[in-house]
Every structure is written in structure tokens, then in C-alpha cells.
């Protein structure tokens, strides 16, 4: 059935909306779990209800804050949320999944930065007769800037929906297609708004077993404003229009192997700022591999041009490669060890490029320690470390940091 191969790929993605992962909290946050299926068959997971509801609470000690290469201020960070999310079949095939989630996070000392995150998001899994299958889906999330790239309290909304499907025409094979978009504010510009609008067509092979190879085909066209103080290089009306074409590969060998990815090449184009233009190979890929009964390597590779509403640019050249092991020991207890190298070209920074200045190129790296206990069903009490480091070209924006971090949860 073509609903199984769609909703596969939709329901984690329409059931996994998180609490913010910005700063080190990440470590905690995606720790992979025996009782949420991801040690199968080794461990057996908790079967999926129709809903649930989860409350959080957890502290971090953080000696540099505000990322900074001088005069570094450490904090303890606290926080706590609640969330849910529930699933339901509504009509003949047709099934919805909402999810979402509320958290507040308090500094200690840099009390300025206190605020307020959320994330809100509807799916619709949609199937006609037994060819015709995909997903509608719409969300919402507020979260704090990235704290290396801002000095103040900036929050930032992003809106978001995307619909796709798939049509199978023949038992292997299934033409595919959506539509999606975004609206990403950022409150401390005078321009404060990017748009995007892009179309996706492709077909792909899919196997009995569920692995499939295609080829798609992607269109977006996007608004970038750019304003800098005292209108030095201020762009209101510009533009970009970006193409890709990429081969995409799922595999997966029994319970051992799990390859993921997509390899393509992208063009974009500005209208007002044509020296940023864009183009060369791009693409992602993950891989699980497991090892042994009780442990998981995953390896990530991917480089893509990311327009980052952070950063004072209008889009980023990421390049990043990461590794990591998962260990669970028992049922109840896992612990892992992550490290990921990120570099991270800075493009069409007018303001730069007005003085003489290079584009940024900064690059940085993160490892990561994490340890997950349950001591009964429902809890869940995680700990990590970090130690992170960044370099760039540009005086004054080389920062290193250590993070640790403790969090209890509750699920139910």
C-alpha cells in the first residue's frame, strides 16, 4: 500500500516537534531512548498511543553565555515545559496529528535574556482510494536568536506548511509531489521578514522492503530583504529564485543498516546582490549502523546554502560532517558520545563587502557526552557535557565554551 510508504516518512516528523534545542540542552534532548523502539529488535519499545502529554524540567551550568572570545560570563540556565500530542483517524483514511509544546527558560544572572518558546504543529495524513497518499502540514515555533549572533533579547517566529503526495502508477513505483512554504520573523530588524514559496516534483523506485531511489526536482523563489544602519547597503526589495536537482536514496539492510540521503545540485540567484550568487553540488546524508545488539554508530554528512535569519547575511554555505555511538546497556540506561564540525560561509554580507572586508568563515566544533536513566516507566533522568569551540577569520569571534546540563522528564 502507498499509504505505508508515505506515512512512514510522515509520522515521525509530524509526531517529533521537541522543546527548543538551543544551546546545550541539545545533548539531553535527543538522546536516543530503548523505550521509544530505537535498540528494536534488542529492546522492544513502548507501543505508540494515540496520545500522550509530557511535562520537563532541567538546569545547565554554561561558562560562556554569550559566546564571546574576551571577558566570558558563565550562567545557570533553568527550564520547564509541557507538551502533548494526539492522533486520530477522523474520517474513512483520513487521520490528523497535532503536537506541540510550551517552555520557559530563566538566567540566573544575564536575567535579560528570560523568555518564553514554543512550538505548535497540525498534520493532516491524507489518502485517496488505494494510488494517492501524502500529508498537509502547518506549524508554528518562537525561539531565542542564536546567542552568538545577538547581544540582545531577540526572538524569532517562524510559520511554516507544507503539502505533499505520492501517486503509484505501478506497484514499484510512485510519482511524487508538494508545495511549501515559510514566513520567519526576526524582531530586532527594521526589515524584520523573509518569504519563501517552493514547488517539488519527482518519481522514485520503491522496493517491496520499502527502500527506494528517484530523482526530484525542486523550485523556490524567496524575498531577502537587506537593511543596514544608516541605509549603507540596504536592499528592501531583493530577491532570490533557487533550482535543485537531486537523486534520493532510503535503504535499509534488516535491523543493521539505515542509509538516508540525497545528492544534487543547486543554482540561486539575487536580484539585487547577483555577487552572492550560488552554485555547486549540495546534499545530505545519515546513516545508522548498528554494530551490536545494544549499540549504533550514526555518521551525517551534508552541505547546504542555508538562508539563516540569525546570521547578518543572506545566506550561509554550510559544510558539516558528525559522528556519533549509542550504547544501552540495559533497557533502562543509555549513554552516547557525539562530535560535530560545522563550517559555515557567510554570504552577501553587503556591509562587509562595502569595506573590503572577506565574507565570514567561521567553523565550529562540538562534542558531546550524554547519560539517560529510567528509573521506572514515564521517567526519564538525562545528564550531558559539552565542549565546544569556534574559529573564524574576522577579529574578535573565536569562542570556546562548557556546558553541563541535568533534566528530568515525565511522559505519560
Known amino acids: 500500500m502507498i499509504s505505508r510508504w508515505i506515512r512512514a516518512a510522515a509520522l515521525p516528523v509530524a509526531l517529533a516537534l521537541g522543546p527548543a534545542t538551543t544551546l546545550a540542552f541539545e545533548t539531553v534532548d535527543t538522546l536516543r531512548w530503548p523505550s521509544e523502539g530505537l535498540f528494536a529488535p534488542t529492546y522492544i519499545g513502548d507501543p505508540l498511543m494515540p496520545w500522550s502529554i509530557f511535562a520537563y524540567g532541567g538546569t545547565m551550568y554554561d561558562s560562556n553565555v554569550r559566546r564571546t572570545s574576551t571577558a566570558e560570563t558563565a550562567d545557570w540556565i533553568s527550564r520547564i515545559g509541557v507538551g502533548g500530542r494526539y492522533t486520530a483517524r477522523v474520517y474513512g483514511r483520513q487521520s490528523i496529528a497535532l503536537d ?18 514554543y512550538g505548535l504543529r497540525g498534520a493532516w495524513l ?25 547581544t540582545t533579547k ?3 517566529i517562524a510559520d511554516r506548511f507544507d503539502v505533499s503526495g505520492a501517486y503509484r502508477f505501478h506497484p514499484d513505483w510512485r510519482l511524487t509531489g508538494g508545495i511549501g512554504g515559510s514566513r520567519v520573523e526576526n524582531e530586532s530588524r527594521a526589515v524584520d521578514t523573509t518569504r519563501a514559496l517552493g514547488t517539488r516534483g519527482g518519481i522514485a523506485y520503491v522496493s517491496p522492503l520499502g527502500n527506494s531511489v528517484g530523482i526530484e526536482l525542486r523550485h523556490a523563489k524567496g524575498e531577502e530583504p537587506i537593511d543596514r544602519p544608516g541605509g549603507i547597503g540596504s536592499f528592501l526589495d531583493n530577491e532570490y529564485e533557487e533550482n535543485e536537482a537531486a537523486f534520493t536514496l532510503t535503504y535499509g539492510l534488516g535491523e543493521t543498516l539505515r542509509l538516508r540521503g540525497r545528492l544534487g545540485y543547486t543554482e540561486r540567484t539575487y536580484t539585487d546582490f547577483p555577487a552572492s550568487n550560488f552554485s555547486g553540488p549540495t546534499g545530505r546524508g545519515a546513516v545508522d549502523w548498528r554494530v551490536g545488539a545494544k549499540t ?6 551534508y552541505r547546504v546554502p542555508d538562508s539563516v535569519i540569525d546570521v547578518d547575511a543572506l545566506y550561509v554555505d554550510e559544510r558539516g560532517v558528525g559522528m556519533g555511538i549509542h550504547w544501552a546497556p540495559t533497557y533502562k540506561l543509555v549513554l552516547s558520545a557525539r562530535g560535530l564540525s560545522e563550517r559555515r560561509i557567510h554570504r552577501g554580507d553587503v556591509l562587509a563587502a562595502s569595506t573590503g572586508l572577506p565574507p565570514r568563515d567561521e567553523t565550529t566544533r562540538v562534542i558531546r557526552f550524554g547519560l ?11 545528564t550531558g557535557l559539552d565542549f565546544g569551540t569556534r574559529t573564524s577569520n574576522l577579529l574578535a569571534r573565536d569562542y570556546d565554551y562548557t556546558a553541563f546540563m541535568a533534566n528530568l522528564r515525565w511522559t505519560y
Open 126 to 150: 491524507w489518502e485517496l482510494g488505494n494510488q494517492l497518499a501524502g500529508t498537509a502540514t502547518v506549524s508554528r515555533t518562537q525561539r531565542l536568536e542564536d546567542l552568538a549572533e545577538s
Open 100 to 117: 506541540g509544546y510550551g517552555e520557559y527558560r530563566s538566567y540566573d544572572e544575564l536575567g535579560e535574556f528570560n523568555h518564553f518558546a
Open 154 to 156: 531577540t526572538m524569532i
Open 296 to 301: 549504533v554508530l550514526t555518521f551525517v554528512a
Open 372 to 382: 539517560g536513566w529510567e528509573p521506572e516507566r514515564h521517567w526519564q533522568l538525562s
